[in-house]
């Protein structure tokens, strides 16, 4: 099998993560139509079993302590921002320091 970048398992668990989040919210829309609605859970479903696949190989490569921490607060950042630019959720300034600390512990983490 081909080597892949190690990080590449990782940003894919984020990335995978986010949509499943994504399209559950499009689930949940009221003026959706069941038939839309249904096909957002199918593919949120979907998102996740990808997700799942791509978290297992990450924790292949790196420890519990580092990939855990990293998705979920790097989740946190993009769904905080998906969710203002299409969902069209407010983003205040207590939110924005609490976003720039988790870029912060980010960098610890991945760093020690």
Do not use: D, H
């Not at 990808?50 to 950042?77: D, E, H, M, Q």
Request: a positive charge; one cysteine or more; charged letters at 10%.
């Amino acid at each position: 099998m081909k080597s892949f970048p190690p990080y590449l398992f990782l940003i894919l668990t984020i990335v995978f993560n986010a949509l499943t989040s994504i399209t559950f919210k499009f689930a949940s829309l009221k003026e959706f139509s069941k038939q839309k609605v249904i096909m957002c859970f199918v593919l949120g479903l979907l998102f996740g079993l990808g997700n799942i696949f791509f978290y297992f190989r990450s924790l292949k490569t790196f420890n519990l302590n580092f990939v855990y921490p990293v998705g979920v607060a790097a989740n946190t950042i993009i769904l905080t921002v998906v969710a203002y630019w299409l969902f069209k959720e407010n983003i205040t300034a207590v939110k924005s320091i609490g976003m720039s600390l988790i870029i912060g512990g980010i960098f610890l983490i991945s760093r020690y």
